[in-house]
C-alpha cells in the first residue's frame, strides 16, 4: 500500500514537471515573439517619421516658393512660375 502511493506520488510529480517545462516552453517562444515585434516596431516608426519629416519640409519649401510668388512684381513672378517650370521638367521622371 505505502508502495503504491509512492507511485502514485512520483507520477504526479512527474506530470506536474513535464507539464511546468512545457508551459514554460510555449511561454518562452511568445514572449520572444513579443520581444521580437516589439524590438522590429521603433525601426519601422522611425522609418515613417523620417518620411513624413522628408514631405512636410517638402511641402513647406514648396509654401514658401508659393508666398514669395505671391508676393513679388509681375516681371519676377513670370521668371518664377518659368523656373518652376523648368525644374519640375528636370525632376520628372523619364
Known amino acids: 500500500m505505502l508502495g503504491e502511493q509512492i507511485v502514485i506520488a512520483m507520477?504526479?510529480?512527474?506530470?506536474?514537471?513535464?507539464?511546468?517545462?512545457?508551459v514554460n516552453g510555449i511561454v518562452d517562444k511568445v514572449m520572444q515573439a513579443k520581444r521580437l515585434r516589439y524590438e522590429a516596431r521603433p525601426e519601422t516608426e522611425r522609418q515613417g517619421i523620417n518620411a513624413i519629416s522628408e514631405r512636410q519640409q517638402m511641402i513647406e519649401d514648396r509654401l514658401r516658393v508659393l508666398e514669395r510668388i505671391a508676393t513679388d512684381r509681375a516681371p519676377q513672378l513670370a521668371m518664377e512660375i518659368e523656373e518652376l517650370r523648368i525644374e519640375a521638367a528636370r525632376d520628372r521622371p523619364k
Open 11 to 22: 507520477t504526479m510529480i512527474a506530470i506536474v514537471l513535464i507539464a511546468g517545462v512545457s
